[in-house]
T-cell receptor, first 113, second 109 residues
């Protein structure tokens, strides 16, 4: 069966420090991968999605970047965190073209101080 | 961009009552999904709807994909305390899933 892992679960970082959140999916190949951000426990905002290795689509201009170095690995990064980067970050996957149900990871809570 | 309008924003109901929430959009979607999120966790899929007019049940949950493909509703019958959480509708078109702002459900026991 397929599983999605996301880490770290919680992170407290100072302003200006770098960020790396990692997400991996097991039990499938060539998934679509997604990063969402959720602020204040409400709506989910799509940040990035990827349909294949090295293919990243950005949805909103921001201080973050994403990379997909391997088929089932998706990384969210920042060189210098801002206070406004605080939030709950969710990785998700779907089986690929034509498949339209997303399965989410457990989330990473980022607090920037 | 595509937006989903989800209502109500929050509900505070008595245990045993039925609950109804809905989503509307100005855009057509080819799939509607309903997720539930417990505090500090990722959303979990409740029901997926793939055809206009489709009515699907999952236990005490029932959801429908509107005929116009621009709306969907979710009903929860006989609510229980563990139904608390945030419920999200989501519409899928292409490679992206667009979420509503969520409905916070609180149940009085």
């Amino acid at each position: 069966s397929q599983t999605i892992h996301q880490w770290p679960a919680t992170l407290v970082q100072p302003v200006g420090s770098p960020l790396s959140l990692e997400c991996t999916v097991e039990g499938t190949s060539n998934p679509n991968l997604y990063w969402y951000r959720q602020a204040a426990g409400r709506g989910l905002q799509l940040l990035f999605y990827s349909v294949g290795i090295g293919q990243i689509s950005s949805e909103v201009p921001q201080n973050l970047s994403a990379s997909r170095p391997q088929d089932r690995q998706f990384i969210l990064s920042s060189k210098k965190l801002l206070l406004s980067d605080s939030g709950f970050y969710l990785c998700a996957w779907s089986p690929g073209p034509g498949a339209n149900v997303l399965t989410f990871g457990a989330g990473s809570r980022l607090t920037v101080l | 961009g595509q937006q989903l309008n989800q209502s109500p924003q929050s509900m505070f109901i008595q245990e045993g009552e039925d609950v109804s929430m809905n989503c509307t959009s100005s855009s057509i979607f080819n799939t509607w999904l309903w997720y539930k999120q417990d505090p500090g966790e990722g959303p979990v899929l409740l029901i997926a709807l793939y055809k206009a007019g489709e009515l699907t049940s999952n236990g005490r949950l029932t959801a429908q994909f509107g005929i116009t493909r621009k709306d969907s509703f979710l009903n929860i019958s006989a609510s229980i305390p563990s139904d608390v959480g945030i419920y999200f509708c989501a519409g899928f078109n292409g490679n992206k899933l667009v979420f509503g702002a969520g409905t916070i459900l609180r149940v009085k026991s």
